[in-house]
Each structure stands twice: as structure tokens, then as C-alpha cells.
């Protein structure tokens, strides 16, 4: 669950692009985890993500 609900928009687009990118080498379940993941990431900032794979790894750890 995201920590705030700050960084609102670009929820969908996260998410798909994300999910797809990672379908590529991955199987459903960890597509999903992994994008779900970013989306909680990204909306505790607003604007774009401008996070790394690393640390959206990292909060998969610490709240996943």
C-alpha cells in the first residue's frame, strides 16, 4: 500500500507498461507483483517515476 497518495496521475500507464515490460522475462505473478509495486512507489511522489528497478526491488522487500 502506498504511504501517501500524492503522485496520482499516470497510475494506468505505470502500471501496463510495467507489467508488460517485466511479462517479457517473467511469469504472470511476478509481472504483477513487480508492477503493482511501482505503482504504490510511484504514487507517494507526484510527477513521473524517476525511481530505479533497485529501489522499487527494495520496496517490494520492506512492504511486499
Known amino acids: ?9 499516470g ?8 507489467y508488460i515490460t517485466e511479462r517479457l522475462n ?6 504483477l507483483l513487480f508492477a503493482v509495486a ?3 512507489f510511484k504514487m507517494e511522489k507526484p510527477g513521473p517515476f ?3 528497478r533497485e529501489e522499487v ?5 520492506k512492504y511486499y
Do not use: H, M, Q, W
Not at 497510475?11 to 510495467?18: E, L, N, Q, W
Open 57 to 61: 526491488e527494495d520496496y517490494i522487500k
Open 50 to 52: 524517476k525511481g530505479t
Open 11 to 18: 497510475r494506468g500507464d505505470t502500471c501496463f507498461s510495467a
Open 1 to 9: 500500500k502506498p504511504r501517501n497518495l500524492s503522485g496520482r496521475t
Open 38 to 40: 511501482l505503482v504504490s
Open 26 to 31: 517473467k511469469g504472470v505473478e511476478e509481472a
